[in-house]
């Protein structure tokens, strides 16, 4: 084995050397990768390409034009019981105050998290690696309640703070330090707000205005990549009219401002459950009037209409999803059985298959510690 000791070693007509072979750095010190933001991540680079992202404070490997970039990371809270973990909260009949949780790699029933500060449905959720706070609902009246849980710590939820107004139905986001709530009813029966709030998930307290929707609705699923947050499908009209669609909008989840259009869902929905990684995000059933099976898929960096990707297990809406990088788990369809949920993995379309059980839930929010804003 050859060696080489230089402090100033590059190419003879500039960039950086190639090493070819078995390659071992020996250095009692250290190796330092390139690094930068999120924001300047490179694209259509080769697979296993690797850099320290400053804004996660993480290694990141890119795993090629569909997956993208994914963080290099062991943490117990991230890495429990030998997976991602997922958690379903709240919901139907009767304002529930259930934490289901699952192992998203592993198929199987939900264990027991712990319970919601308030007992409700309606209500929608999101989370950062470590914790994962669910805003909004109905108890059977509106609420503003915001709590969360940590995802490495079973245990009841703790207060966190509130929204702006009593409402239900929002659509919720997230990237790995920042929140966001967007729209829902208020009060219900009344047409939808266009309101987008966030939070600062490390920190509790009240949410704080972030923009506005391209136009209120309630009942639609957001997903997002660690720039974008996505918000898709609704009713725009209070009930009993509904006015259902299909539109997509878009917000740069770290700076402030109103949604952009994105595209259009295949099918106008309310009631979507949605799921994404760094690349993909899913739609999965909904209400058109009629319940749905259809599951769409976006690629998120970029622009355009949804694309079928298959079908659920079963037609219904008031899903939730979660996900880790591979794979969206929905759940909580509307009507009975409401404890059947489902699974597909990103990278390859076609139809769900079983995962497992809830507790038995409809129109709850889901969170998960793997999800593709992180």
Known sequence: MSEFQSSNFKKENGGTPDL???????SPYFFVPPSGDTASRPQNCA????????DSGTLEVFKGNVLG????QRRE???LQGGTRGLFMGGSPNGNTNIDEITIPILGSYVDFGNLSVGRHYCNATSSRIRAVNAGGVTPSMTDVIDFVTFSQRGNATDFGNLSSTRASVGACANSTRGLFISGWNPYGADPTDTIEYITIASEGNAVDFGNSTDGRAFGAGCQSSVRGIHA??????APTYGTVNTIDFVTIATLGNATDYGDLSVIRAHPGGASN?????????????????????TIPTLGNAIDFGDFISSGNGLAGVA??????FGGAHPSPYNNYGFVEFATTGNAQDFGDLSGNVGLGGASNGHGGL
């Open 20 to 26: 070819l072979g078995k390659t071992e750095l020996t």
């Open 47 to 54: 697979p296993g390409t690797l850099r320290f992202n400053t």
């Open 69 to 72: 970039w994914e963080q290099i």
């Open 77 to 79: 809270s991230q890495y």
């Open 233 to 238: 499908g609704g009713t725009t009209n209070g």
């Open 278 to 298: 760094a690349t993909r995000g899913l739609f999965c059933g909904g209400y058109t009037p009629g319940n749905q099976n259809t599951i769409d898929f976006i």
């Open 324 to 329: 880790s990088p591979t794979r969206a788990v």
